[in-house]
Each structure stands twice: as structure tokens, then as C-alpha cells.
């Protein structure tokens, strides 16, 4: 069994008030965990056809951007010649190293987080949680993602808030840390900002969300903005203040430094190579047009890598390269979930069991950049 309450329901928190009592949360898009809203479907209703959506849009995505890549805009042979030039065995050390990396950091990560705020969890628990959710992701993304939550808020005996609001610290520091590793690749770049617009548009936008959330938190603070985005931002902030994060932001630094060396040396055994400071500046870019819905990253990582590191290789190799790093992710993935199949078993199973019992069910977006 998953270790906690089977008691607790997705669908609500115990209150501060008392523990013993329950309260249900509020769902997207109006949906709450009780009765039937008004209009003719019901929450149920409406949360299987928006989960049927988001089930059935990745691999849509995925399908029409990969037929474009493949089917229209890659001559094949260039793409042959490209996978020849290729040191296999290299490329698939150093692609496997970026990804389990990864999982191995985010899992630890989110376990230092739920450690430091919420309970005394086992860091293995929460490392075999993630693993078997992985086998779901090669399936849904959304199912894993509803996996890995829902196996994290049993973990610690239903505490939805509390679980929710401290997984996102590695979420927001990962973000902060991108916007650093952007902000001081850009001047190093061949040609410096004014040949890098898409470089400096990035920067941008991200200082833009980071200070203008920054600011809305501070007026909240200070009663002159009345917006609950705000509020909740200014509440997240008071109970993880940023300079208390010092684990988070070593971690994610020490991650982005592996992922620039490990993607250099990936990029040359592959025969595609590309400077570093491309890779500092470019990846966080590359991980943002992961936040299209697609299976795998399958579609959206080869027209991210040919556009934004054109000047580095011709089209048809970095299409290849990103075809090739997508190949092996997703044979690991396959490999973790394989690892943590009894993990991977439960987590189906408790899935089904919420939705067949009418429960809302909660899909934040837990993951890493790599596995989206």
C-alpha cells in the first residue's frame, strides 16, 4: 500500500481548526469537490471530459508537429547522413547522465522540501514515487503528474495544501536559477544582446514575471493591491522566503552547470556540437517551449534545438540530435518505471480508485524540464 491515510481524499485538506475535519479545496476552472454545480453536467462531468482533453492533446501535439518535422521539413537523407557522424556509445552515456540526473536532483529536491516543510518523509519513498509515475508519463503526462501528487499527498497522510505549496519551492527556484544562467550567458554570446534578440527577449520576459511578481506581493503586502493572485503569492513568500532556500539554489546551480557541460559533450560526441555559451543562454528557452502539451517533448525539442541554435549546425543535424535525445529519455523513462513497477502498480491503482469514486483529482505540473 501507499504509505499514509487511504483515508485522505484527494478532493480535500484537513483544517487548521482541527485535523479531524475536512474541507474541500477549489478545483480549476470553478470545479469544487462537492455537489453539483449549477447548469446541467456536473463537476464529474466536466472534470472527465477536461481529463479526457488533457490526456488526448500530447499525443495530438505530438503527432501533428512531428508529421510537419519529419514529414515536410526534413530532407531524410541529410537526417541519415546526420545519425552516421554520430559516437554512439558517448552520445548515449552523456544523454542518460543529463537525465538521470536530473531525476535523481528533482527527486531529492522535492524530498528536502517535504521533509523542511510538511513531514518526516523518507527520501527513497519520494524517490520511488517519482520513478513509478515515470512509467505512467510515457503514456500522459497528466496522468503522471496526478500520479506523483497524489502518491506524494499519501506519503504524508492527505495534507493536499501543504504538499501542493512546498513542492512548488523547487519549482520556483529552478525558474529564478534559469533566469540567472540567461541573464549571464547573454553578454558572452558571439555578437553580445543586439545579435541574440531572441536571447534578450527571454531575459526579459522572465525579469519581467520575476520583478513584476515581486512587486504585486509587495503592494498586497502593503494592502494597496487587492487581487487573490497576489495574496497567495504574498502568503507562498512569508512561508518560503527565498533566502531560506540555500539547498534549492545550490542544487539547481550545481544542476545547470552539469546540464551545459553534459549537453556540450552530448552535442560533440553526436557530431552537432555547440558552444556552451549557446547552451547557457539557450536551454532555459528550449525548456520553456516544453510547456506546449506534447508526448515525451516529441515535435516541440527538434523545432526548439534547429530554431534556436541554428547558427551552430545545419537543420537536419540538430532535428536529429533532438530526435535522438527525446529516444533515449524516454527509454529511461521506461527504465524507471520498470525499476519502481510495484510503485508504478499503486499509483494506477489509486488513481482509478479517486476517479471511480468521483473525486476530484488534482493535476499540478510536477516535473522536471526533461521529462515534460
Known sequence: ???????????????PENPNETAFYEMPHGE?????????????????????????????????????????????????QAFDGANVPLFLLFASADRLAFFLVWSLLWAAALQRYVADVSTPAVIAVRG????????????????????????????????????????????????AQMTLALPLLEGGPANNRDVLVGVAVVWAIV???????????????RWRGAEALRGWLERFPLRSLGPFWLGFAAL????????????????????????????????????????????????????????????????AYAFAVNAVFLVLNLGLGV?????ALELAAAVRSARRSGEPLARPALHDPTDQ
Not at 145 to 150: I, M
Not at 162 to 170: D, G, I, K, Q, T
Open 256 to 319: 545547470a552547470i552539469f546540464d551545459v557541460a553534459i549537453q556540450w559533450l552530448a552535442s560533440h560526441a553526436f557530431g552537432a556540437p555547440i558552444p556552451w555559451t549557446a547552451l547557457a543562454a539557450r536551454l532555459p528557452l528550449v525548456y520553456a517551449a516544453f510547456l506546449v502539451p506534447t508526448l515525451g517533448n516529441f515535435g516541440t525539442r527538434e523545432l526548439a534545438w534547429a530554431a534556436l541554435f541554428a547558427d551552430h549546425g545545419s537543420r537536419d543535424e540538430l532535428v
Open 32 to 80: 469544487t469537490g462537492l455537489g453539483v454545480a449549477p447548469g446541467v453536467s456536473s463537476p464529474r462531468m466536466a472534470a472527465l471530459r477536461g481529463g479526457r482533453l488533457r490526456q488526448l492533446l500530447p499525443w495530438v501535439v505530438s503527432a501533428a508537429l512531428l508529421a510537419y518535422v519529419f514529414g515536410w521539413a526534413t530532407d531524410w537523407r541529410r537526417l541519415g
Open 211 to 225: 520583478l513584476g511578481s515581486s512587486l504585486a506581493a509587495a503592494l498586497s503586502t502593503r494592502g494597496l493591491l
Open 132 to 179: 513509478g509515475s515515470e512509467l505512467l508519463r510515457t503514456v500522459s503526462n497528466p496522468l503522471s503528474d496526478a500520479a506523483f501528487f497524489l502518491g506524494l499527498v499519501r506519503l504524508v497522510g492527505g495534507r493536499f495544501e501543504a504538499v501542493l505549496a512546498s513542492a512548488l519551492v523547487p519549482v520556483v527556484t529552478h525558474f529564478i536559477v534559469m533566469t
Open 339 to 343: 525499476a519502481f513497477l510495484p510503485r
Open 1 to 15: 500500500m501507499i504509505e499514509g491515510s487511504d483515508a485522505a481524499r484527494p478532493g480535500s485538506v484537513p483544517t
